[in-house]
């Protein structure tokens, strides 16, 4: 099968997915059959983005005169190849696991339409990759935005998920509008709409043209991705959807406004190698510490579990923007080699938040699935219930952490050795800004392992704190099979990086990496001297036969002993309840303590005493929050200007007739006077 | 013998180093600090009696607590053996191991081991052992970056997080030893070292709540388990004073022999370099007083900023005092 049949096989698989979610019953047997269309197209998907990626031949379609004024082009090549890739991966391990998540949607008769929007989105996603002309592009944008706003509001009885959605509504529309913008100032510039030509002639833009379609593309498409501060739609949509859009929406669908960004900074800006344009870099940089910083924070403090993760989401992209932006530093200064480091380390972060971050959300909607709540203050103690889960959760906890021999590791060195590299850059204002931003980057990954320490510590381990957990079981064997093929590829893309580092290089048509997977990576500067290197299948090998050899050891040392299992000392009191355990609040509560100027935590105590005696208290309520600055200050402060500005206009409404003939009056004098100058000119 | 077996046997050398010698420089430490308490104090050897105690003793696990609780001890040692083969200890050229990891690779080794911990911790169930993973889990993200940092600031200098590229730069080189960037390279980490092996001003080890952190975490171990928790945090602050001593502070006097004569001599003045710093560390932790609980996290952000202030002083003063 050539590489277009099977495109259209894609997408014909996709629409029949959603047209027979729409006309399916609502039994157990259709929803299985349903899922099976979007399974199977998405293992198409991955091997056909694999098959461009490895053959580097792109797929080219254009289809002429679809509607009068735009042609219906469509390009795939290595960048899009490598994004469809990511969104192959995750869809067919989604795909998998909503056959058993959406039995929890059954009793609410709504599965057909969430398999509907389910095939619409992902189809809609790999559309808008493909598009090759901004038209289709921004209509294909439209539709990814829309059918993932209806999928937020899936669970309408709530009336937070109806905020979460308009939030996200209004937000992704700012973004689009700045994108819009940008293609327009293309457009302007070349006639034409199509991607080809702004790809052809924007090396000849006017320097300030060029910046404005980066500076709009970077609005719009970090709108998308959830940069700070535009971010604040993501924890909320995130949230809301359910648990398998989520796994779709945070790994995939924000990589869109990634793949956004770098199309319109490599491909349509007329970027090129001139100190000219480190500012961009320079921009997305500071951007991207900032997001890191601010994303961790507030995941680190969050007790809603969905919504931590979608903090952690941030937090991710802040890292592939700083990856992204070191590689436009780079080459605007010609330091080829370390520009091609600092892609690598972001594509390499892309691909890898994409799996732990669909992993991760997978085993979050199992949990709230079983036990019916997100707050992990009344979780705790899963992993005896749900030993699969808790094991497939603690990859992806590790691996997010950045912590060996799993993917989060390989791709965060990159970033730190990308970052280490800024010494070579010919600016000291350069270089000090750089070293600035590797501080917050270095306190996130610290910031990041106490966060998911926290998550899988207070969600699977410790004393159960929920009366619903005592009678839950492990969710149906789809779901775990569904997150065991993400949980794989963690570890494979964590003890193999060369699998990583050749598929990013030939889809970007970079220099290759060593040749055979047990050779180490090394990092070679631009004079061919390797100064860094890790090698991670050996690193994993040595892990496992030195653990082994340990057990050994302790063995011959100790001889054999006895094993005892007991309950823990309880201080004479008779039985310790889960009332007297530790919570996540007061798990993170040193963190909140440290950083308290920026979260302005709000402790509120309210004490009953019996009688007099203060001291002798009946109950003690406290309330602790924290503040969402960007939400109370920046954004309160956006809208009450707003009302403040309408509140005026609608003064002009007056109700009155005489007042509405005055306005025509005033118009129609304005018009004819226009008119007259106009033509005296 | 051939140049490869030697370098196989030095191999070896340096992981039994770590991991026979870390016991001793504990008992050193104890043994210092109750005679300039004035008393008679513990002999030397007395980790090792413990530890060799310990490990026939039985092991009680927590009712409820999954097996989490037991792998991780194992998982920590490894850590720390797979780290004992990368760095600098015996030899100031890389052994066949060392391309294995770099200084960042190391440092992010250092996390796993640190982390698994802590989940284990949250596993023993008990309040105490929460509250030590609550206190280690908010240090270990402020003591994590500066470590990052550090060597960060190390690679920009040299060119390489490579430590033996490290070494040899700053044993050979005066302009670069008295470099700004250098010596404030060496405070933060010599902060670091105090807070990571739970040293006053930071931690007073012992089993008094306010202040307790490594211990807590380890409270619910026994036996065996309690004997590799031990033996890895040894291990821990041996390779951490190590690193310090024969990459940053003292990277002389090691033989550069490819000979197994030659790696005993550096195992013998990296103890007489080992026994100088465990002098240092007994002088401040019985002259200073405890920190209060929080104020452990100022003292990891001064160690924070030290290490960035070294990296902008590399940019601003320029590199080394002479060059």
């Not at chain 1, 629409?15 to 019953?25: E, H, P």
């Not at chain 1, 920046?634 to 206009?649: A, C, P, Q």
């Not at chain 2, 007083?289 to 003063?317: E, G, Q, T």
Request: aromatic share 12%; net charge positive.
């Amino acid at each position: 099968m050539d590489s277009f049949t099977l495109f259209q096989d894609v997408v014909l698989l996709y629409v029949t997915g959603a047209v027979l979610g729409l006309f399916s019953r609502n039994t157990c047997l259709t929803r299985t059959l349903t899922f099976v269309p979007s399974v199977v197209a998405s293992a198409l998907l991955v091997v056909f983005s694999s098959s461009v990626i490895m053959s580097g031949k792109s797929l080219q379609i254009v289809a002429p005169g679809v509607l009068s004024f735009f042609n219906f082009e469509i390009l795939i090549d290595g960048i899009s190849a490598f994004f469809i890739l990511i969104i192959g991966i995750i869809s067919f391990a989604v795909s998998l696991y909503s056959i058993g998540y959406s039995k929890e949607y059954e009793i609410k008769k709504r599965t057909p339409t969430l398999v509907f929007l389910f095939n619409i989105f992902i189809l809609s996603m790999v559309l808008v990759v493909a598009s090759n002309n901004a038209f289709f592009f921004l209509v294909f944008w439209e539709l990814m935005s829309l059918v993932s706003f209806l999928l937020v509001i899936y669970d309408h009885d709530k009336e937070e998920n109806l905020r979460s959605g308009i939030t996200y509504l209004i937000m992704t529309h700012f973004g689009t509008a700045f994108i819009f913008a940008s293609f327009l100032l293309g457009y302007i510039q070349t006639g034409s709409f199509s991607f080809d030509s702004f790809r052809h002639s924007s090396t000849g833009f006017p320097l300030f043209v060029k910046n404005l379609v980066f500076i709009f593309a970077f609005i719009g498409f970090g709108t998308k991705a959830g940069m700070v501060p535009l971010h604040v739609w993501l924890p909320k949509a995130h949230s809301s959807a359910p648990s398998n859009i989520s796994a779709l929406m945070s790994p995939v669908m924000i990589k869109i406004g990634i793949y956004g960004m770098i199309r319109t900074i490599f491909d349509f800006s007329g970027f090129g190698i001139s100190p000219d344009f480190a500012w961009w870099g320079m921009l997305l940089i500071v951007f991207g510490s900032a997001s890191a910083i601010i994303g961790v924070l507030y995941a680190v403090v969050e007790r809603d579990i969905k919504r931590a993760l979608a903090f952690s989401s941030i937090e991710n992209i802040g890292i592939i923007l700083i990856g992204l932006g070191l590689s436009i530093v780079f080459t605007s200064f010609q330091l080829t080699a370390f520009a091609i480091l600092a892609l690598v380390a972001s594509m390499y972060h892309t691909i890898n938040h994409a799996v732990f971050k669909g992993l991760l959300f997978m085993g979050a909607g199992s949990v709230v699935s079983v036990t019916h709540t997100k707050n992990i203050e009344h979780l705790g103690g899963l992993v005896k219930q749900m030993p699969w889960t808790s094991l497939l959760f603690l990859i992806g906890a590790i691996s997010i952490s950045g912590l060996p021999p799993f993917n989060g590791f390989i791709s965060e060195w990159f970033t730190l050795q990308s970052l280490l590299s800024s010494y070579h850059i010919p600016s000291t204002i350069l270089q000090i800004s750089i070293a600035f931003a590797s501080l917050p980057f270095a306190l996130t990954i610290g910031i990041a392992a106490a966060t998911f320490v926290k998550l899988f510590g207070m969600t699977f381990l410790s004393k159960t704190r929920n009366k619903h957990a005592i009678n839950i079981k492990e969710v149906s064997r789809s779901m775990i099979l569904g997150m065991s093929i993400l949980a794989a590829t963690c570890v494979l893309f964590g003890i193999m990086p060369y699998l990583g580092t050749s598929l990013i290089s030939t889809a970007f048509h970079l220099p290759s990496q060593p040749p055979s997977p047990f050779v180490s990576i090394s990092i070679q500067n631009s004079s061919g001297k390797s100064f860094a290197n890790i090698s991670m299948p050996v690193v994993v090998i040595m892990l496992l036969s030195v653990s082994i050899a340990i057990f050994g050891f302790i063995r011959v040392l100790g001889g054999t002993t006895k094993k005892t299992t007991y309950g823990t000392w309880d201080c004479g009191f008779g039985s310790l309840t889960e009332r007297m355990e530790y919570t996540p609040t007061s798990f993170s509560q040193p963190i909140r303590a440290v950083f308290k100027v920026f979260f302005k935590p709000h402790n509120h105590t309210e004490k009953e005493s019996f009688g007099e005696n203060p001291y002798l208290l009946k109950t003690v309520k406290i309330e602790t929050m924290v503040k969402n600055v960007f939400e109370e200050i920046l954004y309160e402060s956006i809208i009450s200007s707003f009302v403040f500005f309408f509140d005026k206009v609608r003064r002009l409404q007056t109700g009155k007739i005489n007042a509405y003939l005055l306005y025509i009056m005033i118009t129609l004098v304005l018009l004819l006077l226009f008119v007259r100058l106009s033509n005296n000119a | 013998m051939n140049n490869e077996q030697t370098l196989q046997i030095i191999n070896i050398i340096q992981v039994g180093t770590v991991m026979f010698l870390s016991p001793l420089i504990a008992g050193i430490i104890n043994r210092l600090k109750a005679m300039i308490e004035s008393k008679h104090g513990p002999s030397i050897f007395q980790p090792y009696y413990d530890l060799s105690k310990l490990l026939k003793k039985e092991v009680v696990v927590p009712e409820r607590s999954s097996s989490i609780f037991i792998i991780a001890p194992f998982i920590s040692f490894t850590a720390y053996l797979v780290i004992s083969l990368v760095v600098p200890i015996v030899t100031p050229y890389p052994l066949p191991y060392g391309i294995l990891l770099d200084l960042l690779g190391g440092a992010l080794m250092f996390g796993l081991a640190g982390i698994v911990s802590i989940i284990a911790a949250i596993d023993a169930r008990t309040n105490y052992s929460a509250m030590g993973a609550s206190r280690s889990a908010s240090f270990t993200a402020l003591a994590e970056p500066t470590l990052i940092m550090i060597f960060i600031a190390v690679a920009m200098i040299t060119g390489t997080d490579n430590p033996y590229v490290t070494n040899n730069l700053l044993s050979g080189s005066a302009s670069w030893y008295l470099s700004s960037t250098h010596v404030l390279v060496m405070v933060a980490f010599f902060m670091l070292i105090l807070v990571e092996t739970g040293r006053l001003p930071v931690e007073s080890s012992g089993l008094v709540e306010f202040g307790m952190i490594d211990d807590a975490k380890i409270i619910e171990y026994s036996g065996k388990l309690l004997a590799l928790s031990r033996w890895g945090g040894y291990m821990k602050q041996f390779l951490l004073m190590s690193i310090f001593l024969n990459v940053f502070v003292i990277p002389w006097w090691m033989s550069g022999d490819v000979s197994v004569t030659g790696a005993l001599y550096s195992v013998g003045t990296l103890f007489l370099k080992l026994l100088v710093l465990v002098g240092v560390v007994v002088i401040i932790e019985e002259t200073f007083a405890k920190l209060r609980l929080f104020k452990i996290l100022d003292f990891l952000a001064i160690a924070f900023s030290l290490a960035l202030l070294s990296v902008l002083s590399l940019f601003l003063v320029g590199k080394g005092i002479t060059n």
